[in-house]
DNA sequence: TGTACATCAGTGAACGCGCGTTCACTGATGTAC
DNA sequence: TGTACATCAGTGAACGCGCGTTCACTGATGTAC
C-alpha cells in the first residue's frame, strides 16, 4: 500500500517558520487588529493549538515577525544605498528611499514595527534586529559628516530619522498627500529626503 | 417623600459627552487594545446598551475621540506659540514643542489620532478638525518665509511636520532615548525642533 | 538489523471569556390642546 | 393648570461570535542498546 505523495505528513516539517510566513502575510492582508493565532495557524495547515509548540503566546509570534520586519528593513536601505552614486550623502539618501519604499510596501508590517510594547522590545533577537538598524542610520550619517563633534553627529542621527520616519508615517497615515498620484507623493518624499541631507551637511560640514 | 439627591435619575443628562470623556481616559489607561464600548458605559454608570443610543458603533466613539483630540492638540500648539518670542521662528518652535508636550502627555490619544482608517477620517467632523491642525501649521510655516515660491512652502511644511513628527512618533515608540531622563529626552527634541527651522529659514529665505 | 522506549509535534474537544450588537421593554420628558 | 400622548433615553436579557489557552491524547521520529 503505497500512500499517495499528497497525503500529509503528521509532522510539518518546520511549522515555526511556517507560522511567522502566514503570519505575515496574514498581518499585511488584515492588519494588527486582525491578526489571530489561529488564523495563522489555519494558514498554516494545521490545528489551531498547534502554534502553542513553538510560540507562548501570541505576542511572540508578534515579536517574531516584527524583528524580521527590521531585518528586512535593514536588507531594504543596505540594497538602495549600494544603488547610489556612492557618495556619502547620495547613500543617505538612498537608504531613506529604501527606507520609505520598505514601509510603503510593508504598511501593515511597518506599522506593528512601531507600535511594540516595552517588554516585546526587550527580546533579545528583536532588540538586535532594531540595533542593526539603528547602526546602519548611524554610520550612514558619520560618513557624511566624519568631521563633526559626537553631539552634532548625534543631533542629526535624530533628525534625520525624525524626519524620514514622519513623513512615511504621515503619509501612510493618510495625513499627507491622500489626495496625490503615486509619482506626486513620492516627489514630495524625495524632496524631503534632499532637504534633510542638506542640513545634515551643512550643519556638520566643516 | 423626597427623592435623596444621591438617587440616580434615570436619565444620565449627558451622556454622549461623559462617554467621549471616559473613553479618552480609558484609551490613555489602556490604550486602543483595551477600548471597549462595554467599558466606556461602565465607567459612565450606565448599562452597557445605551451608548448605543448616541453612537452608532464603536468606531464612532473612537472618531468623535480623535476629533477632539485633535482640537485639543491645535490648542495646545496655539497655546505655545503664544507663549513664544513672538517672532514667525519662535512662534514655529513654540508649536512643535506644545505638538510634542501634547502628544508626550496624551500619548494613547495621539496613537489613535494617527492610526485611523480611511472611513473614519472621512467623518466631517474629524476632517474639519484635522484641518484646523493643518492650517495653522502653515500659517506658521508661511509667516516664516513669506516671499518663498509656493512649492518651497509646501516642501517646508511638509518637511517641518514630518521632523516633529517623527522625533516625538520614534520616542514614544521606545526607539529613541528609552535610556534617557525626560530632561535629556527634552533637549534632544528642542535640538530637532531647532534644526528644523534653521533649515526652514534657510532654504525659504530670500 | 531489530526492538524498546523517550521525546517531540501534532490533534480535537473543551473552557471560559468579554465583546458588539439587538431586542422588547419601561421610566422620564416634553409638548399639544 | 391638567391631561393625553408621542418621543426619547435608559434597562437587562440574550445572541452569536471567535478568540487564546489548556488538556489528554496519539502518531511519528530518533536514539540506545
Known amino acids: ?14 511549522l515555526r517558520e511556517a507560522l511567522i510566513v502566514a503570519g505575515r502575510k496574514l498581518m499585511e ?15 498554516a495547515s494545521v ?3 498547534a502554534p502553542a509548540h513553538h510560540f507562548a503566546s501570541i505576542d511572540a509570534l508578534l515579536t517574531e ?8 528593513l535593514t536588507q531594504a536601505m543596505m540594497a538602495e544605498g549600494r544603488r547610489s552614486d556612492g557618495t556619502p550623502a547620495g547613500r543617505l539618501v ?25 517588554d ?3 527580546t533579545p ?15 550612514a550619517i558619520e560618513a557624511v559628516i566624519p568631521d563633526a563633534p559626537a553631539e552634532v553627529k548625534q543631533r542629526m542621527v535624530d533628525f534625520a530619522w525624525a524626519s524620514v520616519h514622519g513623513f512615511i508615517t504621515l ?31 551643512r550643519t556638520g560640514g566643516s
Chains 1, 2 share one sequence.
Open 65 to 72: 515577525i516584527a524583528a524580521r520586519g527590521f531585518h528586512e
Open 47 to 49: 490545528s489551531h493549538a
Open 94 to 118: 538612498a537608504q531613506g528611499v529604501g527606507y520609505m519604499a520598505f514601509a510603503a510596501a510593508n504598511s501593515a508590517l511597518f506599522r506593528l514595527m512601531f507600535s511594540l510594547e516595552a
Open 125 to 139: 533577537a528583536l532588540a538586535a534586529a532594531i540595533g542593526s538598524t539603528h547602526a546602519l542610520h548611524r554610520e
Open 171 to 201: 503619509v501612510l497615515e493618510g495625513q499627507i498627500g491622500d489626495k496625490d498620484s503615486p509619482r506626486a507623493l513620492k516627489s514630495r518624499g524625495l524632496a524631503v529626503l534632499s532637504t534633510m541631507v542638506e542640513t545634515v551637511v
Open 1 to 14: 500500500m503505497v500512500k499517495p505523495m499528497t497525503a500529509k505528513p503528521y509532522h510539518h516539517g518546520d
Open 120 to 122: 516585546q522590545l526587550e
Open 29 to 43: 492582508e488584515r492588519g494588527l487588529r486582525g491578526f489571530t493565532l489561529r488564523e495563522c495557524a489555519r494558514r
